[in-house]
Nanobody, 124 residues
């Protein structure tokens, strides 16, 4: 199994930046695809970003492309989400996720493992 714990959420002004971290445990962490999802009140969960097990390829939702960057450090068992130029509509609970399938599949398929979520609030 893989256990995931997010951190770094908080309140930030529109146009600002915030960095999220996801600490993982499990011997298979370094060989599993990782990603981030978010869910705003009254809205469905949506895909944000994903990264392959090696960190060589990344995928982004159109809504965050050019503003968010996903990365991972397998030596530290950690995946990151750097968020820049934040908008009010980015406000949501952000969830770290992992899948045994290909990273690209996270755009359309449920993940196998989930963190507890961390709140990101962007003020206008």
């Amino acid at each position: 199994q893989v256990q995931l714990v997010e951190s770094g959420g908080g309140l930030v002004q529109a146009g600002g930046s915030l960095s999220l971290s996801c600490a993982g445990s499990g011997r298979t962490f370094g060989s599993i695809a990782m990603g981030w999802f978010r869910q705003a009140p009254g809205k469905e969960r949506e895909f944000v970003a994903a990264i392959t097990w090696s960190g060589g390829t990344t995928y982004y939702a159109d809504s965050v492309k050019g503003r968010f960057t996903i990365s991972r450090d397998n030596a530290k068992n950690t995946v990151y989400l750097q968020m820049n130029s934040l908008k009010f509509e980015d406000t949501a609970v952000y969830y770290c996720a992992a899948t045994s399938r290909a990273a690209q599949s996270m755009r359309v398929a449920p993940a196998d493992y989930w963190g507890q979520g961390t709140q990101v609030t962007v003020s206008s």
